[in-house]
């Protein structure tokens, strides 16, 4: 519980989205330079990763996850405490920081408290809690805004869950001998990518962030473009909260049972192409409900593919899972795609551009179904 428990403070990094929307309005900028918030914070999982692979195998994983929460709260708090368009930059580097080392270390951590067989359906379960607090994060913001206190009230909140989270996993003992002995380096973990299904698999994921932070960020802003009658942030960011990220927590907890009983590979062309139909016909939709309808559709079919590719790599390769999870975490630095959406949506003028370069990502990730055995 305490290891699962990790997963709801990865879920951290999903406030970018929100804060990305309320930053824009609150210091009035366009989308590129609100969207350099998530360069401030996903840019890290590209430098860092590889160093926390090395940290990992120095100190353990679960010393290498209360290093994550340190960063994390610190990064929580500064917001709360001086709020300024420079202070965010700074709180989301750090937030960053900690989400890069703790996506590294807890993905291993989990297999050592499950069995090999469990390990993709307890993935799952994992994403299930992340997206709880994807979906808890935009909520606490439109209510401490709607209560006059400012929608920045959220970072203290998930500071404080975040403290809980450290001294539970810090009392906690963990078994992990074995992984404390293997030796990594660059050299080594990026000898990885010589492996054709690591290189498929690490290019899947870097698609799958971008995707993924990429509806986080534009969704909100496409609503209120496309639907007049959704006249605020917080009204649009809630519904991203409640038709994505809560979804996405049904459909990782149905997918944690089902990937129990059934082929991965099934479960995950089926996933595909649920969120392509999704993508592709929410472009033609002009009405609130039906972009809804879209983005669950989208959700449902998002939601566990995180834990299929990364649960696929981790078993493809078991002895070297540290240098496995930091190179596929490098990954996670497509979500600066968000940058580029940004930039794109501006050239545009409309946030139909931004979708639809997403819906054209999403065909490598239909491609990469022939490669999940």
């Excluded at 299904?197 to 993924?212: N, W």
């Excluded at 473009?225 to 038709?243: G, L």
């Amino acid at each position: 519980m305490p290891v699962l428990f990790g997963f709801f403070i990865m879920g951290v990094v999903d406030l970018t989205g929100t804060a990305i929307n309320y930053v824009k309005v609150d210091f009035e900028l366009n989308d590129t330079m609100a969207n350099l918030l998530s360069l401030s914070c996903f840019l890290w999982f590209l430098v860092l990763s590889i160093p926390t692979g090395i940290l990992m195998n120095r100190i353990g994983r679960k010393n290498t996850v209360l290093v994550s929460f340190i960063f994390t709260i610190t990064g929580l708090l500064l917001p709360f405490l001086t709020y300024s368009f420079v202070s965010s930059i700074v709180a989301f580097t750090l937030i960053g920081i900690g989400n890069t080392i703790i996506q590294v270390a807890l993905n291993p951590l989990v297999s050592n408290v499950v069995s090999k067989e469990k390990l993709t359906g307890s993935l799952t379960m994992g994403q299930f809690i992340k997206a709880l607090a994807s979906w808890l994060g935009p909520n606490v913001a439109a209510w401490m805004a709607a209560a006059t206190l400012g929608w920045k009230y959220v970072f203290p909140i998930f500071a404080a869950i975040t403290l809980l989270a450290a001294l539970w996993l810090w009392i906690t003992h963990i078994n992990e001998e074995e992984s404390k002995k293997n030796t990594a380096s660059f050299l080594a973990t990026f000898s990885l990518l010589k492996d054709t299904k690591i290189l498929l698999f690490f290019i899947g994921i870097l698609i799958l962030v971008g995707v993924d932070v990429g509806i986080n960020a534009t969704l909100p802003k496409y609503i209120m473009e496309k639907c007049p009658e959704v006249t605020s942030v917080s009204e649009a960011d809630q519904m991203k909260s409640y038709f994505y990220f809560i979804v996405r927590a049904i459909g990782a907890f149905i997918g944690g049972i089902l990937l129990m009983k059934i082929p991965e590979r099934r479960f995950y062309a089926v996933s595909v192409f649920l969120s392509f139909a999704g993508l592709i016909l929410i472009l033609f939709c002009n009405s609130l409900w039906s972009i809804l309808a879209c983005v669950v559709i989208i959700a449902l079919g998002y939601s566990n593919l995180f834990a299929v590719i990364f649960s696929k790599a981790l078993k493809h390769i078991p002895e070297k899972a540290n240098e496995v999870s930091s190179l596929l975490i490098v990954g996670v630095s497509g979500g600066i795609t968000a940058l580029l959406l940004g930039v794109v949506s501006d050239i545009f003028g409309t946030q139909w551009a931004a979708v639809s370069i997403l819906a054209l990502m999403w065909l490598y990730i239909v491609f990469l179904t022939k490669h999940i055995t």
